[in-house]
């Protein structure tokens, strides 16, 4: 095992460790999830985050150049000769009063971390990076995933841009929009439909990556959340290496939060930063397994021991009324969120809150985000969605320094923005109506007239 990086249980009474070319991603002693650890006292630190400046001047340098890898002193599992990148992480930070106005915050007070400028359109290859650098290093030839659409993206780009490994993608009946799933076809990916949701998808793509010995990618996979982290450190970066009040996320399969919650206790144990930012995490109402526990059953961190028997008998339960996730934000539509006991660690550390938000709320927030000038898909205004109900409640105050992550691009989904826009009530009732959104507030629709200059343009001077 190596001495200065290796895997290791979350549960700190457990103690199990696993070498770092295991992929089985469970701990060998209690089967539970792993984290990637440090010896940080044998390991060179940067003594302040401003170290992470110089690389800028460096940026012929591909790895200096990735918005991920030029952090990668904080995460140093693989030598620089192993490291696979493309580029990603070329992402922005941008002060938006006009959303701070919709959520009730004061101007100056709200930024959105804009994820959708990675290579694939979302912020998973923040994390496919980090695990494609680990699989390069055990020589992994196949690497499949469980996806909503954007893993299997990220995926497929990763493979195709670096021709190494062949992607092997499983997706849900109906459960991917076509922008994303033009994506992994694109990209030449095996793509496996199975009748079922993610959950099952997820299931079965374990079951078949142990059998046949494929790479596993979903966020189980504790490399991809180690990238993940650099999300934060560019948000730190972004405002000059000041700790925001809060980050706001959206919560499906809990990989960001638990990510975050990581990145920032390290930066606080290391000395690098002085106190962690509050978490709070988002579910869409018709995915909301992490807010029922955390919010209305009262499940906790409790220094590893959480309440087991409570989180099996709400999956029993869960199983037993055939409920499965259904919500318009499909990037999050997950019921089993396999990293929940990470973020019950995250928010115990950095004194988290979970939100629940409708797909109206989610839609008319990503209408506002839109007007803006960023484009995001629905699951990423479910952070702004839930900003704006967590300052209403008192939670957030009016003065607070917060950070929403938005996931993902625009056209990630572009039915649900054209079907919100649209003056058809047709296609409205068909993608959205049936979905139980009967209204909402911030509709651009086309406006209709003849084919007659005048008529044209009165219409402009009426509207414009």
């Known amino acids: 095992m190596s001495e200065l990086a290796f895997q290791r249980c979350i549960d700190p009474k457990c103690g199990g460790t696993a070498d770092l070319s295991d992929t089985s991603f ?28 110089a690389k800028w001047s460096n940026r012929t340098d591909p790895l200096d150049f990735s918005g991920v890898w030029r952090f990668r002193e904080l995460f140093p599992f693989a030598p620089d000769d192993r490291i696979m990148t493309i580029g990603e ?79 092997v993608i499983f997706i849900g009946s109906g459960k991917i929009s076509y922008g994303k799933l033009s994506q992994a076809l694109e990209h030449a990916a095996l793509t496996v439909q199975i009748a079922g949701d993610f959950d099952d998808a997820l299931r079965r793509v374990q079951e078949v990556s142990r059998q046949l010995g494929i790479y596993l990618v979903n966020s189980v996979n504790p ?61 869409a109402a018709g995915a909301n397994t992490f807010h029922q526990l955390f919010e209305r059953h009262g499940l906790r961190w409790n220094a590893g021991q959480f309440d087991r028997p409570k989180y099996d008998a709400y999956l029993t339960a869960m199983d037993a009324g055939n409920l499965r996730a259904d ?14 006991p990470k973020a019950l660690r995250a928010l115990d550390r950095c004194g988290g809150v979970v939100r629940e938000v409708t797909d109206t709320e989610i839609l008319d927030a990503k209408a506002r985000v839109g007007a803006g000038g960023l484009g995001c898909e629905p699951a990423s205004a479910a952070s702004v969605a839930g900003l704006r109900r967590l300052v209403t409640e008192g939670v ?23 079907a919100y826009h649209s003056s058809d009530p047709k296609t409205f009732e068909e993608k959205l109506g049936k979905r139980g959104v009967k209204r909402v507030a911030f509709a651009n629709r086309a406006v209709q007239v003849p084919n007659d200059l005048n008529e044209i343009i009165k219409a402009i001077e009426l509207y414009a």
């Open 26 to 53: 469970r701990c060998p002693k209690c089967g539970g999830l792993l984290d990637v650890a440090y010896d940080w006292n044998r390991l060179p630190v940067p003594k302040t985050l401003k170290h992470f400046e």
């Open 396 to 418: 957030i105050a009016p003065s607070d320094r917060v950070v929403c992550v938005l996931t993902g691009h625009v056209l990630k989904d572009p039915d649900a923005t054209v």
């Open 223 to 283: 490399f991809r959340l180690e990238g993940q982290k650099s999300i934060m450190f560019r948000i730190l970066e972004a405002l000059r290496w000041e700790v925001p009040d809060w980050i706001v996320v959206p919560g499906g399969n809990l990989g960001n939060v638990s990510s975050f919650g990581k990145a920032f206790a390290e930066l606080t144990d290391l000395g690098l930063i002085d106190r962690a930012p509050r978490l709070a995490v988002v579910n």
């Open 89 to 167: 992480g070329q992402t922005l930070c941008q002060r938006a009063d006009g959303v701070a106005g919709y959520v009730g915050l004061k101007p100056g007070s709200l930024y959105l971390q804009y994820e959708g400028m990675n290579p694939s359109g979302s912020f998973k290859d923040n994390g496919m990076t980090a695990a494609f650098t680990h699989a390069r290093t055990v020589g992994a030839r196949r690497a499949a995933c469980a996806s909503t659409g954007n893993t299997s993206a990220s995926l497929a780009i990763y493979c195709a841009a670096t021709g190494l490994m062949r992607a």
């Open 327 to 340: 919500t318009l934000a499909s990037a999050i539509e997950i019921n089993r969120p396999v990293n929940l």
